[in-house]
């Protein structure tokens, strides 16, 4: 039994980091709201023509990703990809920092050092835990920022699209797998990483023909959109549901576990689109909740 449980460690420590930036992106939307630089959605339609450009961007950015490694300079995405994740790290602590630092002093000190700490360990120590405390902060501050753009109908629209996209680029013109290859290969931070065993090196892993060799090692790769997506629906769910808020909050949430517990723990051949399974739990989970509290009760 102990045997099984460790060899499952991947698989339980990715559960558990996406039950905490999800709470933690809810938590941080409400800070949002509450500092008055943010506002809830008007309506739950709000951001719905939002989807078709985020689609567009998402294959313009697979393409050029795809493109730039084929040519054996994707190395250049790095610097970009580190950019993006300074300035989420940033807008998280312009918050963050807010809510916890008790003079000004503190609270520009953690807002300046956070992405400059994060930045200098993703150039010069670039393990795995360091990408998943990127993935971290990326996933919270992107979740907590998109829920506030888009209603909750957009929301459910939103990772229907993106559930048929991601079906579509692994089984289909497979260029998913291709952005998979180059993200694992150019070390881009796109990926969470759970290793399986100690002493894992992230420049032990390499990836080609969607399969990946670890050096030995047991790993699980999970992209970042995997935990971005159903986290929006978390987020715009609670803030939709504020008058019963524990309901739309934990059935969203436990719907994308469920998904992502399928993906996880069956025997779905490798490698497998994630969102289809994980946005499919969390809209049914907001499905159930506007079910029983606006329509039964």
């Known amino acids: 039994m ?13 559960l558990i980091l996406f039950v905490i930036s999800a709470l933690f992106a809810t938590f941080l939307s409400s800070l949002m709201i509450s500092s008055g630089v943010e506002s809830p959605p008007s309506s739950g339609t709000q951001g719905a023509s939002y ?3 985020y689609l567009i961007a998402a294959i313009v950015f697979s393409a050029v990703v795809i493109l730039l490694g084929r040519r054996k300079i994707a190395s250049i995405l790095r610097w970009i990809f580190l950019a993006v994740i300074a300035y989420v790290v940033f807008y998280v602590w312009l918050f963050l920092g807010a809510y916890i630092a008790q003079t000004y002093l503190e609270y520009y000190i953690m807002l300046f050092a956070a ?15 360091v990408v998943d405390a990127a993935g971290f ?5 992107i979740s907590a920022i998109w829920s506030l753009i888009i209603g909750v109908w957009a929301s459910v629209a939103f990772l229907i699209v993106f559930a048929v996209y991601d079906y579509i680029a692994v089984y289909r013109t497979k260029h998913m797998v291709s952005l998979a290859r180059v993200a694992v290969n150019e ?21 080609s023909d969607g399969s990946t ?9 999970l992209g970042f959109g995997d935990m971005v997506f159903p986290s929006i629906m978390v987020v715009a769910s609670y803030l939709y549901g504020r008058t019963n808020p524990i309901p739309f909050l934990l059935l969203p949430l436990l719907g994308a576990i ?3 517990s399928v993906l996880l723990f069956t025997k779905v051949a490798r490698p497998a689109p994630g969102l289809p399974l994980i946005n499919g739990g969390a809209v049914s989970g ?5 079910l029983v509290f606006h329509i039964i009760l």
């Open 187 to 207: 070390k881009l931070p796109l990926l969470f990483v759970f290793p399986g065993e100690k002493g894992v090196k992230m420049s032990e892993v390499t990836m």
């Open 258 to 260: 469920a998904g992502m």
């Open 51 to 53: 989807i078709i450009y």
């Open 137 to 141: 902060f990326l996933v919270a501050g």
């Open 2 to 14: 102990a045997g099984e449980l460790r060899s499952r460690i991947p698989e339980i420590s990715s």
């Open 115 to 129: 992405p400059a700490i994060m930045v200098i360990l993703l150039i010069f120590k670039n393990e795995w835990y």
């Open 286 to 290: 907001f499905l159930i909740a506007y």
């Open 213 to 221: 060799d670890k050096g030995g090692h047991k790993m699980l790769l």
